[in-house]
């Protein structure tokens, strides 16, 4: 009885509010209605909205996530990408410097370039190691040079590799000239110090940044015009027939990749 009672009443109100319209009597209390409502609905809304994001939030994460990490991957790829083009860029610019200097100051001469595979530095010993040997008909006391300038000469050869002695060696000797006196001196390595060039005469004017390069001297080990370095400082003796130079290398050894090797006439 009371769900027939429920019913037709409900009946009656959707037929006295359809016949009414507007202006029906139950018009104003849907508009009484409405207005009590509406600011409620506006209240409930506000309050569980952030909440509804944060589910929402929480449901999306995995997802985030993954975008997240392929990106990170992608971000990593690219930085590895570009460190490896500015390396080989590097390595293009020295090999193209390598191959003007074997076109002009060792033209006619023949050479062979070689990576430096390994470093001997230490306070005993200053030298470094390159994949070319015998094999490449690589000898003992062959010079070797880099783009910049000079860098040493062979000591020990094997079949696929060679030991190389650094100028910078406290035990490499080199024959050396200044470019704009002419003059010619004893050029000795310093290890972590410049150079040191001796037998200057003491009336050389030498100039501040003055270019040194090899002498070559008929028995030396190097060929002609290779430079070297260039003025540091002078130190003079006063009533001293001779001063003492030191040189600044050409050539950073500590980033030192690719140079080249000028093979000795036995291989020409």
Do not use: C
């Amino acid at each position: 009885m009371v769900v027939i009672t429920l019913v037709t009443a409900s009946l009656v109100v959707i037929t006295v509010d359809y016949k009414g319209g507007s202006s029906g009597p139950l018009a104003e209390v849907g508009k009484a209605a409405l207005s009590v409502v509406a600011p409620m609905q506006d209240g409930v809304s506000r309050a569980f909205h952030p909440v509804s994001h944060f589910f929402s939030a929480l449901a999306d994460l995995p997802s985030l996530k993954s975008q997240r990490d392929a990106l990170q991957r992608r971000v990593d790829s690219l930085e590895q990408s570009a460190s490896t083009v500015t390396s080989l860029q590097y390595q293009v610019n020295q090999l193209r410097a390598e191959i003007n200097l074997a076109s002009t100051l060792l033209s006619g001469m023949q050479t062979t370039g070689a990576d430096v595979v390994a470093s001997g530095v230490s306070n005993f010993e200053w030298s470094v190691t390159i994949d070319k040997g015998s094999h490449d008909d690589v000898r003992v006391n062959d010079p070797v040079v880099a783009a910049s300038g000079l860098v040493g000469h062979v000591v020990q050869v094997t079949p696929t590799a060679s030991k190389v002695l650094l100028i910078v060696d406290p035990d490499s000797h080199v024959a050396a000239r200044l470019v704009v006196s002419r003059e010619t001196g004893l050029l000795q390595g310093g290890g972590s110090q410049d150079l040191s060039m001796s037998l200057v005469d003491a009336n050389t004017s030498v100039q501040p940044n003055e270019g040194v390069e090899t002498a070559g001297y008929q028995n030396g080990l190097y060929p002609p015009g290779i430079p070297i370095g260039t003025v540091a400082s002078v130190q003079a003796t006063p009533g001293a027939l001779t001063e003492s130079v030191t040189v600044h290398p050409a050539v950073d050894f500590s980033t030192l990749d690719v140079v080249l090797v000028v093979l000795g006439p036995r291989s020409r």
